[in-house]
Structure formats: structure tokens, C-alpha cells
């Protein structure tokens, strides 16, 4: 097993769990990563190691007394369905299986460790009690780095012992360096990530939560866009979804719908003028079927639209609006050409992201918390919960944000576009 | 009963109603405009004739002959959540109960009339099963003018005895021209209007089609505005709805949402600066819960934003985007203050208008399509369809369009708003 | 005006109304009650008295001291969407607006103000924030007649001033009785109701509150109904909805959903067999479509049920559920006509009737809440808060009760429904 | 490999797959079935073989010649949410991708095969446009067992070669049957078996179509029972979900809606009686906090129940109705406790089956769809289409009807029930 997937402990496990299960999951389960029979055999051939992960679930020993233990959870970055039905879940679960003593919940993001002016709130059962009803985060979010060694001066201060991470990349690559930073000083201190990301872009990560319920409200504001272009002579509907740099919403959310024609991602390059051109193709549709429904994801096409490379305050390169651009070139082209359509362009994006979760999404929220605390609670750091191959595992953060997920053009989603779409561009 | 509000009919009623039905309405059954007991009063005294409208409803006799009645339907203007299920209603009342001999639905607006080059498509009961389910029209729209010889040209040659022009206040106003050209030059041609404005701000029409479903969908996006705001510290949510005269879409969705702390409509002025002013107002909220939801109506704030007089295909004046302004006075003056605050802006214009009628909105439309039917053939013309004091009523088109329907300041609802929102600015 | 239509008050309005408002109701506004002009002239020539309704509205002079008034909230019978927003909209006008020292909410129903050892919970902008948001009612209901003696000993020792009844037409009797009381012993207890009737049958009140909300979600069972009528050969769907003795419901779903193909209802009886009889409808139907949706209402048919006159808790006559009946009787029919039939029977009384209220009810609610707190206020007692012809209006609960608003047979929405479903039953 | 899980094929593939599109799977690309590392490890240490399943995906080459391909639909046994997608989507891809002849829907299940008075229906783009947005199955469907030789004489006479079979287990089993006709006969027709389970209880199939439907409408009524079970004084709400053999809806619904105390499934017993029975359980939980949610299966303590081993036309067993009886029993109980309770019952299940599916179920059922005509182009037959470990893959039907997949009550699942619920019977 390559060094990469090893998970980091505190610590033996010297403590029962007091959760009431029938059946713990074995110390050091793990499971296959790869397992297209071609790899295996070849890596079996190659005497090369298969790459394993440690499977998630209760332990029986644990490294925490849980009497003397107190958790946090801080949410940073970008709303997403789901964050609360995570931050309950992982209260009432150390709260009621683990009876834990405390847990706190830090406001506004890492800047709300930082700065301890910002007081943190407890979190009860009472307190998580009907929040998944609700989108958004109860504890608020943030953007942007704050200094490792203050979060860490405050995390000892408050004499917390675990820290809950719900956030995206940048987050990660904090809880990466809190991690590092701790295990340089020794400090016992469990740090445990919770990937969120709308756009399902994590490395190793299957599927993150809030996608689907981000990828149903896209396709309803596909079929409005599709009832505005069939509303108008020449109707051409636009609709930008998230995805800065994977086109997951926009490919997931072109399947389900059946209405789109043109799909537009980070992914697959394309160009707008002559042969195998947007222009053209939209042009032949128009003639053909007299109206259009495009989906783009916002960061679509950055190769053709010029930008200065600014920063967002996370460190982000601030992409061009792929959407609005879009809308321009399409709207200049058809002037031009002095043919009359009509654009209706629609950004659906806060609406996405701040709708409660929907039921399979609450049901994985509630998963992902509570095996979140099973590693905390078994000692576990420096790690991330997530699904793969169906199996929830442990993955050390470091190999999650070593790249990213995309759309693999040549895979069977973005088959399922072309096939759904019928679009035929390069 | 003043002139104002006598229908025009093209002439006797000699044939027998086909439809199946116990009671038939009174020939010119009346009822109250004004049933304020005060205003009674007063006109008693002063012998003032008390205004009455003409109620509708199915006639025992009617004007035309079924077997040989040719009728059509138009769409005209924005699109708007229902229009699918008037044109279904009139459809099918016309060829099910009235047994009409067929009836044509013109695409794309007055435009579709206009141009005979653009072939009308036949409504049938087949065509028209199952379209109520989906936003838009069937039958397509545009803006602007057109010439009115032209469409009387084309009805006269297509045969149409009866046009249905669903429509706004633009399309209202061709209706009466085409109405007084036909009137002039004795055509027996029925026009009755049905009343589509989303922004329900048509005199004399209590309540138009499709407003419910909107002011359902505002509210969802502002449940979203409110979940942005808390997410961030001093995290404002601002979302624009319809509403270029009237802010009653603004107004109803406050009112069902509880979360809105300010609603701004173009019936109401306000001011940004000084004391009263909306820059207090938010100030004081942020500091003293630390998120703000704002509301507010397109054309809201006209008197405060620098434009330029443009107009539409339409002819209405473009009105600045009254949203858009708003962030960026906001954004500048919490700039100016050293105030970080997180604004997230929300726009669901199409969103809104473009999604299928509700149940509530699918049976208003389904009687209100019923008694246009009923009043065409009963050989009423020149004349909208609406509601008024909850009964179904026949009103002068030129009624309806000579003034603008909007949110009394004084009046209840907004009285509801204020209430609502605890808002406190002049 | 005939003295039926007075409203009670329990004397001089002599505090000045601390709501914040521009625009008073004039303390005796009225309008009228029946606003056909053939009525009207009629009454003129007879010289018999016009009925009108006390306008609702804030006052400028009230009649309690907002500084020494204790408020109660009670919530009785089955639930229906909106009891919550009801329940809130009272508790912040008489809070936020009016400042009144404090507003108590008794458990259970009439049971929980009779049993003084069920402690009441006090309602605070905290405790009814978000409930909306829930179906139900927080407050807990029951059914069944308490001791009015009881009730009034209770009240006068909580030192309630002012009760609200949030209830259908057996606790209006209670209400009424209890203002009787109080009257006769000179008690200057309010005593408000708010009309509470899923089924939308009181008399005098055109719509109640929840019940567009209950129509939306039958819907939705209709569509249920359709697919599996259609999913099977010979294929019928019965749906039963609520409705003891109005057709309310049935009828409005009806319409809206354009799937049905009988509707049944207390009001328009039928037969089984024969000419005419419903049977042979269906089997016609069948052989022509191959698929039926029945919508029943739960009150229908109750003179073709044989049933034995037992009585529920509120002493309403038990009756026989026509659903189930009717399904038993058309499996019978065709198992004897030896035509293979398959139906399926849906059920969704609670479904429909636990939810929350939709943006639209939502509305409706607050203002009903608001207008139900300024009648209060202003020392009005023995009333009903409802809409009439569009107004909201004081309306004696005396009135209200003494007879049941049903679907009037000749009337248009029953007129839409045979139009909608075809049916010709008899 | 062990030759259970190798697919049938119908020869060699000669022609050249038409599908645009620019990577194809590998003909016998595998994956492995099992893949824990602890197995995995045991397997090469004795030897074993390993399971693997092959890779679902379009071939380059495949079997038949498109030219002259007829493919035909049916549809058996229950509702579902997704069946018209899957309908749509085998078709759009046979006709759009692989250009084949002609699609047929046979009409009413394997009646509609075995009965050839009763035509099937074309299927093109234009017949299966929409129909996603409804519930249920365009084709109709039937329950119970028909004549193979009359079924295959059929097909043979329509000159059908592939037969795509959307049903469940007891329609698995005809499939199989037809499949090993067809092969002792040598007859080349693919059957390829879309799994249509509700209850998700198939083997070998991690996921199937409509149950997260199922299990989001489910939700629905439990939260409506919980505001039933609030809303009265020791109120009781027990909804009662599909489920025969596996109670994978209730638990599913039971953890995505955070308000259940009980969740009773098959796999599970319990005992009413005594020290840790439900009645001790629900007393102590009215007197701890008055009110209680229950969630039964329709399968649930058959071993409690007095039946007699009737049997459905599929040759189902006929269970006992769990739902009703538990109502009874707990009526009974509290009635002889003297302890006054409040039950109300809901029971979905039409409403739960007959919804359009929504857009994660959409986009689940086009890509099933799709990989089911991969399958039968590329000659595969007497096999299923399903996926496992997160790919898609081809099953033997063998296979999948061997046994039947059940929650397990020492797995993940069922341990989050428990967390959720914190019940504690046995």
C-alpha cells in the first residue's frame, strides 16, 4: 500500500465505544481503489502495490475519553445544500451515541478561530433541532486564509480536542497545514475534513453532498430557459451554472433535463467561429427548430475570453463570467448576421446553493456526519470523509487536493451529453 | 349606469346555446363596482349614477352560429405563468361545449397576425391536452406594434369571427384599435381580451393570472436571500422581482415570506441619505442583527437613478434596472463606511414567469377561459374579461387600459408590508 | 341593516391605537353584502333593508390598554394548512405592533383551556419564529365540547382579555356560547374567531384559510390517480378528499387538474344503477378510453350508504366513508359484469391536510391574523374574522353558524366541473 | 471467474457500432465484485476465484445490423417512478444513436406479448417525447405469469431481436425463461431485463430506478405524520411504506427525515409484549414527550401476524397488511392501558409510485437506458442491466433472481436507523 493513503492517528485506541451497534467496523478495513480487472492484473504482473483506503464506520476501541472531549465544527467557503443537515448530524452524534461533554460551533469560517473576538456558539440538540429545514449555515461562512498559528492558540485555548472542517479546496489545503502544524508540535488535536463542494470537483471524492440537490434546482431553471426559447421567434435560452472548473452541474443537470441542446464546459474546449464552431451549429438549430436552450458553466470557455488573472480573497484566479460573455458573442454574431432571436439569459447560481437539501442528500449528510465522528472519534487526523466505489472511507487530505476532478470527455457522463444533446462541435 | 362601462355587442342573440348547463346568466345581469356603504350613500344623495359592471357567464341565446364560427387565439408580450392553460380552456370550451367549427392559434403575437407569412397553427383538443403543465406559450409571443389593417386583413381572409388576445397593457391598447377599426368598418368580429399582466397592475381586474404562482416563486428565491445573508457576517440578500408601475409582486411576497426587512416599490419613494434615509436604515439593522433581506420591485427608485429615456418594441419607457443600482449604491456607501458586508444579489425574472401555473392559478385560468368563451359567443365584443368583488365581470377595454393599477400606500397590503418588515424609512 | 349583522363590542374605544400607520378604517365602515343590481333595485322598490358587513381594518381608537392586556390563542378541531401562520400573525401584531404585555397559548384545544391543571406556553416573537414553516399546529387541538363555566373560570383567572379561537363550525358554536355567557355576566372578555375549514363550507365566508393548500396537494393525488389508471388495463383511479358535506375540494381539484372524469359530491346525488347511473357511465367510459379518475368527495353518496347515525366527539353524525364504499361497489359491479377491472384507491386525508400553507395561504394567514388582532383590539367581541366580496369583514359568529355554505349545483364552479370532466350522471 | 456471471451472447460481433463518439469500452473490460482488501487477500491465498462483472458501456463492434434491427418494449408488475424515462431512453438511443428500424411497445406487461389481439404502439422520438414528466408507464403494464412458447411465437411473428423487459423479480424470472426458450431453440432474440424494484431489493443491484423517488415522497408523509402526532395530545402517526421482503424505503426515508422514532422492517423482528417490546417502548416515549412517529413496511412482523398464504397473481405470497394491523394493535393496547391516544395512519403508496420520477432518478434511468442498448446491440442476452461498486454492469439474470437483497441488520443502514431513531426494542 503506497504511503499516500495512510491515515493518520493520534494515538492508541484505549477507550470503549460507547455507541450501541451490533457490529464495529474491523480496526484497519480497507478497500480496493482501482478495480478494473485489467489494472489489477497488470499491477499484479508489475509487482506494483494496489492502492487501498481505509474503510469509515464505529470503531470499538477509541482514542477519546469521551467525557473529557470537546468538539468544534467551523463551515467555510461558498454555501452549499446540506451544510446544516452535516453540522447536526455530527452534533447529535457526538452528543447522543459518544456523549461527548461539548461541542462548539465557530462563526464565520476559519476567520472565526482566528479571531477570537468572535465567540463560538454550543451546539445542542436543542439548538441543531429542525436546521436541516433550513439552507445556508447556521454558523455562517467565510472566505479567504487566516494565520495557522492563531487558529491553533485558539483551538488550545478553548481546549478543543476535535475540529469538524466543512469547506471546499482552500479549506482543505488550511486543514492540511493545521494538521501539519499540530503533528509538528504534538498536539493531540483531531482535525477531520468534510468535503463541500457544489461543483463535485474533489479528488477521490465520488460524490460530494449538496450536488444533487444543486443539479435538480439547475434543471429547473433549464426548463424555464426552455420555455422562454419556445416562447419567442428565434428563441435562444442560456443558463449558467456553477462549475469554475468542472462542468459536473452542468453535464448532470443536461441529462436529467432532456432539453438542452448545447452544453458547454471546462472540460471540452470548443470554438464559436466557422466549421465545427458554436456559431454555426446554433445557426443550422435555429434554422432546423427555431429555438435553443444552452447550458454553460461559469467557467466555460476562459481559453476564448480575455482576463487579467485577478484573485478572489481565498486565492482563486477570478474567472471571466462565461455566462454573460456567452450572451454577447451570441447576441453580436446573430446581429451581425441580421438575424432576429430573442436571448433570455438566466443565472440561477445563489438559488442553487442556498435551497435546503433535498431527502437523498439529507440521508447522505446524515452518513458523512456520522462518520466523520467515527474517525474522529477513533483518533483519526488529517483526514477526509468521503465516498468512493460505493464505501465510505478515510481519505488523507493531502492526496484529496493534489488535483482535481473533472469531466472526463472521453467517460460515459459527458457520452450521456452528447447523446442527450446531439451537440456537435469542436 | 355611465357609458363608460356598457359592453359593445355585435348584435342579437338568435341561436340556441349548445352547452349543457342548468342555469344560464340573465341577459344583462349587473352587479356593484363601488359596495362601499359610505359611497352609496353619497351617490344616492347627490343622484350620481352608480357604476355596475355586466357579470359573466354563459347566455341562454348567443350571437353566433356554432356550426359555422371560426375563432382564434393570440399570445402577446412577456410570458407569464398560465398562459397555457387559458389557451387550453378556451380551446376546448369553445369545440367541447360550443361545438365551434375550429379554431386557429396565431404564433408569435400580433406579429404572427400581421404576417401571413407566418402560418397559424389548429387548436385542437389533441394539441392542447397536456400543455397546462408546461410554462410559456404554445403558441410563442413578441412586443410592438403592428399595423392594425394588416391584422384585420388577415382575420378577415382567414375567415376568424372571434379573436382572443391574451395579453398586457401594450397588447390591450391594439385590441381597442383593432376593436374600433372593426366597429367602423362593420365587421362582425368578436375581440375579447384576456387580461395578462404578472405584475397585477390592470385597472378594474382584481386579480390577474398567473400573479399567485409568481409571488410562490419570489418567495422561494427570497427564502434563498435570506439563507445567503446569514451566511456571512453582515451578509445582505437583495433580490429584484417583477413590477415596472406596480410593486405588487414585491409587496405579496414580502408579506408571505417573513423574512424581508426592507421592501422598495415605485408606488412608495424613498431616499438613500440622511435621516429616514435606506442607508440608516440598513446600517442600524447590521449593527443591530447583523443581516439584511431587501426586496425590491424593477422599477422601484426611478426618481433617484439617472436614465435616459429609451423605450421598448413596446413603446413603454426602458426603466433603469432599479436592482443592480441598488447593490452598487449599497456596496458604495459600506465601502465608504469601512463596513465589510457580504452582498449577494438574486434576479429570477425568468424563473418566475416562465414555470408552469399552480393549481390555484391553473383553475382560475380554466374559468376564465371558459367565460371569455361565453361572452364571444354571446356576441360581446370590444371588451376584457376579469375579476372583480370575487365575481367574473365584462369590462370595457378602454376601462381597463386609461389608468394603471398600483399598491395603495395607504391601503392594506402595503399597511401588511410595514408591518412585516418593522421598516422604518421615508 | 338588519340586526343580525351588528357586530358586539364591549364598549368606548378610548386608547389611542399605537400601530404605525398613515391611513385608519373608519370606526363604521360597511359595504354591502349583496351586490347584484337585480337584488339591489329589488330591495330599493320593497324598501326591505340592504345587508352590509363591518369593514375589518386597524382603528384609530381602541379599546383595550395595550399596557395591561393579556391576549390567549386556542386552536381546535382538525388540522389544516396555515394554523401556525395563524398562530404567528396574531402573536407579532399584538407584540410588535400593538406592545401588549403578553400573549398565552392554551394546549389542546378547548380541552386545555376547561382542564386548568394543561399549563398554557407563552407565545413570543422567539417562540412562533419559523413555524410557519411547519405544518400542524404548535398549540396541539382537539375535539369534542368542554364546560363552558370551566372555560370562563379559566380565562378570568389567567386574567385573559382578549381569546382567539382558531376553529371550524363546532367550536364557533362553543365560541358563541361562551361570548353568550361572558355578555350575560358582564365579563369584558373578547372573544374572536378565526374560521378554521379545510373543506371551505362557513357560511358568509368566501375563502378559509389552508384551503387553496389542501386543493393544491389533492391535485397532486389526482395526477397520482391518472398514472395508475393509465398504467393498467381497464385501469380506475379513485381518489377520496376531504369534505363531510361541501364538495369544495372535490370540485376545485377537479378543475384544476384536468384528469378527472367524475367528480362526487354531498351536494349533487346520483344513482348506481340503471339510465343514468353511474355504472353505466363507467362502463361507457371504459369501453371508449379504457381508464377513469373518480374524485369522491368523503361526504358523498350518503343516501345510497346504508350507516347507523353514531357521532364523533363534536357531536357531528359519523358518517359512512363513500370512498371505500364507492371502490367496493364498482368492484362489484364489474366482477359480475365479468369486465376485469383494476383499481386503485388513494387516501390522502392526512397528507393533504398536515402541510404547510403555500405561499398564497401564507398571505392570506398574516393578514387574517393582523385583521383578527385590530378587531380585538377595538373592543369588537362575538365575531368571525372572514373575507366577503373581496373585503375582509366583521361578521357576527351567530351568522356564520346557522347554516352551512355548500356547492350550489347551478352555480359556475359546478358548472366548470361538468364542463371539465364530461361527466352526465344523474 | 466463475461462470455464473459470465453473459450469454448471441455471436460474434461483426458490424460496426454506429455511435459517435470517441471512446468505446473493451469488449470484456471487468471489474471486480468484491473488493474489500481482507477477501480479496483470503481469495489469493486459497486460490478462489475472484468475482468480476462485466463492464457495461457501447462496444465498438456489435452484433446486430442496425439496418435491420427490430427492438421491442415492455413494461410488467408494479408502478414505478422512472419507467417512461427508461422507455424514452431506450428508444431515443436505439433510433437517435444506433439508427435501428423500429421500436415497439407491447401494451399491458407480458400479457400484451402472450395476447396478440392486443397491438403493441410504435415508439419514435415523437411518441416518447414528455413523457418523462409523467408517473407511470405509457405502455401500461399487468401483473402474473403467461405462456413462454405463446410469448416467444409472438416476437418470432413481430420479427422482433431484441426485447427490452423493464420489470421486477417475478418478471426477472419470465425473462429468464424466455432466454433459456430462446437458446434451446436457437433463435437469435437479445432479452435484456431493466430491474424495476421500488424496494430496491434486488441482488447484485446497489441502486435501482425510482427509489430515491420513492424514498423523497415517502419522507413527505412522514413529516406529515409528524405534524398529525403533534398535533394532539399523546398523538400517534404510524405511515406505512412499501416494502415485502426488504425495508429499504423505510429506513432510507427514516434517516432523511430526522422525525422518526420507530422504523419496523422485514429484516428486523420485533415483539409487542413485554420487556423491550413496542408497547413498553411507545409508552415510555408518550410519557417522556407526547407524541410518537412510527414508520412500518408493508412486510414488517408477518411472524406476529395470523395469515392464511394466499398469493397475488405474480404468485407472491400475499402479506398480511402490517400497517393496519400495527394501528389495531396499538389501539387496542392503550385502550385496555386506559391511556388516551390520538392514532391517525397514512399509508402513500400510490402516491409514492406514481410520480414522475425526479432529476437524480432522470438522469439514473437515461443512462440505465443507455447502457441497456449498448448491452443488446453488442448481442448480450439473457442478462440485466444494473449497477454495483458505482459502475454499470452487465448481471446474468441467473444471478440477480437467486435470492433477494434485504437490509442488513448489522450494516451501515440500519445502524444509522438506530442512531436516528434511538429506539431500543427487540
Same mark, same amino acid.
Given at each position: 500500500?503506497?504511503?499516500?493513503?495512510?491515515? $493518520?492517528?493520534? +494515538?492508541?485506541?484505549?477507550?470503549? /465505544?460507547?455507541?450501541?451497534? /451490533?457490529?464495529?467496523?474491523? #480496526?484497519?478495513?480497507?478497500?480496493?481503489?482501482?478495480?478494473?480487472?485489467?489494472?489489477?492484473?497488470?499491477?499484479?504482473?508489475?509487482?506494483?502495490?494496489?492502492?487501498?483506503?481505509?474503510?469509515?464506520?464505529?470503531?470499538?476501541?477509541?482514542?477519546?475519553?469521551?467525557?473529557?472531549?470537546?468538539?468544534?465544527?467551523?463551515?467555510?467557503?461558498?454555501?452549499?445544500?446540506?451544510?446544516?443537515?452535516?453540522?447536526?448530524?455530527?452534533?447529535?452524534?457526538?452528543?447522543?451515541?459518544?456523549?461527548?461533554?461539548?461541542?462548539? +460551533?465557530?462563526?464565520?469560517?476559519?476567520?472565526?478561530?482566528?479571531?477570537?473576538?468572535?465567540?463560538?456558539?454550543?451546539?445542542?440538540?436543542?439548538?441543531?433541532?429542525?436546521?436541516?429545514?433550513?439552507?445556508?449555515?447556521?454558523?455562517?461562512?467565510?472566505?479567504?486564509?487566516?494565520?495557522?498559528?492563531?487558529?491553533?492558540?485558539?483551538?488550545?485555548?478553548? &481546549?478543543? %480536542?476535535?475540529?469538524?472542517?466543512?469547506?471546499?479546496?482552500?479549506?482543505? &489545503?488550511?486543514?492540511?497545514?493545521?494538521?501539519?502544524?499540530?503533528?509538528?508540535?504534538?498536539? =493531540?488535536?483531531?482535525?477531520?475534513?468534510?468535503?463541500?463542494?457544489?461543483?463535485?470537483?474533489?479528488?477521490?471524492?465520488?460524490?460530494?453532498?449538496?450536488?444533487?440537490?444543486?443539479?435538480?434546482?439547475?434543471?429547473?431553471?433549464?426548463?424555464?430557459?426552455?420555455?422562454? /426559447?419556445?416562447?419567442?421567434?428565434?428563441?435562444?435560452?442560456?443558463?449558467?451554472?456553477?462549475?469554475?472548473?468542472?462542468?459536473?452541474?452542468?453535464?448532470?443537470?443536461?441529462? /436529467?433535463?432532456?432539453?438542452?441542446?448545447?452544453? *458547454?464546459?471546462?472540460?471540452?474546449?470548443?470554438?464559436?467561429?466557422?466549421?465545427? +464552431? *458554436?456559431?454555426?451549429?446554433?445557426?443550422? &438549430?435555429?434554422?432546423?427548430?427555431?429555438?435553443?436552450?444552452?447550458?454553460?458553466? #461559469?467557467?466555460?470557455?476562459?481559453?476564448?475570453?480575455?482576463?487579467?488573472?485577478?484573485?478572489?480573497? =481565498?486565492?482563486?484566479?477570478?474567472?471571466?463570467?462565461?455566462?454573460?460573455?456567452?450572451?454577447?458573442?451570441?447576441?453580436?454574431?446573430?446581429?451581425?448576421?441580421?438575424?432576429?432571436?430573442?436571448?433570455?439569459?438566466?443565472?440561477? =447560481?445563489?438559488?442553487?446553493?442556498?435551497?435546503?437539501?433535498? $431527502?437523498?442528500?439529507?440521508?447522505?449528510?446524515?452518513?458523512?456526519?456520522?462518520?466523520?465522528?467515527?474517525?474522529?472519534?477513533?483518533?483519526?487526523?488529517?483526514?477526509?470523509?468521503?465516498?468512493?466505489?460505493?464505501?465510505?472511507?478515510?481519505?488523507?487530505?493531502?492526496?484529496?487536493?493534489?488535483?482535481?476532478?473533472?469531466?472526463? &470527455?472521453? +467517460? =460515459?457522463?459527458?457520452?450521456?451529453?452528447? %447523446?442527450?444533446?446531439? %451537440?456537435?462541435?469542436?
Amino acid at each position: 500500500m503506497p504511503d499516500d493513503f495512510k491515515i $493518520p492517528t493520534l +494515538g492508541e485506541s484505549r477507550y470503549d /465505544s460507547p455507541v450501541r451497534i /451490533s457490529t464495529f467496523m474491523p #480496526e484497519n478495513d480497507r478497500f480496493l481503489f482501482d478495480i478494473s480487472e485489467t489494472s489489477i492484473l497488470k499491477k499484479i504482473q508489475s509487482g506494483e502495490p494496489m492502492v487501498t483506503l481505509e474503510r469509515a464506520g464505529p470503531r470499538e476501541k477509541i482514542f477519546f475519553n469521551p467525557e473529557s472531549t470537546r468538539a468544534a465544527i467551523v463551515t467555510c467557503g461558498g454555501l452549499c445544500p446540506g451544510i446544516n443537515n452535516v453540522i447536526r448530524s455530527i452534533t447529535l452524534e457526538l452528543l447522543m451515541q459518544y456523549k461527548i461533554l461539548s461541542v462548539a +460551533g465557530y462563526r464565520y469560517g476559519l476567520k472565526g478561530i482566528a479571531d477570537s473576538s468572535i465567540a463560538s456558539v454550543p451546539l445542542t440538540p436543542g439548538s441543531v433541532s429542525g436546521i436541516s429545514e433550513k439552507g445556508g449555515s447556521i454558523l455562517g461562512s467565510s472566505r479567504g486564509p487566516q494565520k495557522i498559528s492563531g487558529m491553533i492558540k485558539r483551538l488550545v485555548e478553548d &481546549r478543543i %480536542q476535535i475540529l469538524f472542517i466543512i469547506g471546499g479546496d482552500g479549506s482543505m &489545503r488550511a486543514a492540511e497545514f493545521i494538521y501539519e502544524e499540530l503533528a509538528k508540535s504534538k498536539i =493531540s488535536i483531531a482535525i477531520i475534513a468534510i468535503p463541500k463542494t457544489i461543483d463535485n470537483d474533489l479528488n477521490f471524492i465520488s460524490k460530494s453532498f449538496g450536488f444533487q440537490t444543486a443539479c435538480s434546482k439547475a434543471v429547473e431553471s433549464i426548463q424555464c430557459a426552455h420555455a422562454e /426559447s419556445l416562447g419567442y421567434e428565434n428563441g435562444i435560452g442560456i443558463v449558467k451554472v456553477m462549475g469554475r472548473h468542472s462542468g459536473a452541474i452542468a453535464a448532470s443537470a443536461t441529462i /436529467s433535463s432532456h432539453e438542452v441542446n448545447f452544453c *458547454l464546459i471546462p472540460e471540452v474546449p470548443f470554438v464559436l467561429q466557422g466549421r465545427g +464552431g *458554436l456559431f454555426e451549429a446554433l445557426e443550422k &438549430r435555429l434554422h432546423e427548430r427555431g429555438h435553443i436552450v444552452i447550458v454553460i458553466a #461559469e467557467g466555460a470557455a476562459q481559453d476564448l475570453i480575455p482576463h487579467d488573472g485577478e484573485t478572489d480573497p =481565498s486565492g482563486n484566479i477570478k474567472l471571466a463570467d462565461a455566462g454573460i460573455w456567452l450572451r454577447e458573442q451570441i447576441d453580436a454574431y446573430f446581429k451581425k448576421k441580421k438575424i432576429q432571436v430573442t436571448i433570455k439569459y438566466i443565472d440561477p =447560481s445563489y438559488i442553487i446553493r442556498s435551497v435546503p437539501a433535498n $431527502p437523498d442528500d439529507a440521508l447522505f449528510c446524515t452518513i458523512l456526519g456520522q462518520y466523520a465522528v467515527h474517525a474522529a472519534m477513533a483518533g483519526r487526523t488529517g483526514m477526509v470523509i468521503g465516498q468512493w466505489n460505493h464505501f465510505f472511507a478515510h481519505l488523507p487530505i493531502k492526496a484529496v487536493i493534489q488535483e482535481r476532478k473533472t469531466v472526463n &470527455r472521453n +467517460g =460515459s457522463i459527458w457520452s450521456s451529453v452528447i %447523446q442527450a444533446t446531439g %451537440q456537435n462541435i469542436s
